[in-house]
């Protein structure tokens, strides 16, 4: 189960990167710099929670492996939420 919810979170947050990836060409420098920030932190998220989450189920943990697999899909779709409440 929790290599299926990191797969998961992959696909969310490539998903979430190329969002806002296709929203960044008429960017101005700082909204840029905010995108870019922003990428790097739901970069961050997953890479952190693929190394917690088979640290995890290595340990046993299987429950405890899955949530946290499947954090960073929850961290995209709070900032696709907020970006769109920002946005609208």
Not at 1 to 6: D, Q, R, S, V, W
Not at 46 to 69: C, E, P, T
């Given at each position: ?6 797969i ?26 905010q ?54």
């Open positions: 189960m929790a290599i299926l919810a990191l998961v979170s992959a696909n969310i947050s490539l998903l979430m990167i190329v969002l806002l990836l296709a929203s960044s060409p008429n960017a101005s420098p700082e909204l840029w710099l995108i870019r920030l922003m990428m790097g932190a739901i970069g961050a998220a997953y890479i952190g929670a693929a190394f917690f989450s088979l640290r995890a189920r290595a340990a046993g943990a299987k429950r405890r492996a899955a949530i946290i697999g499947a954090a960073p899909a929850l961290f995209s779709v709070v900032l696709f939420v907020v970006l769109l409440v920002i946005s609208g």
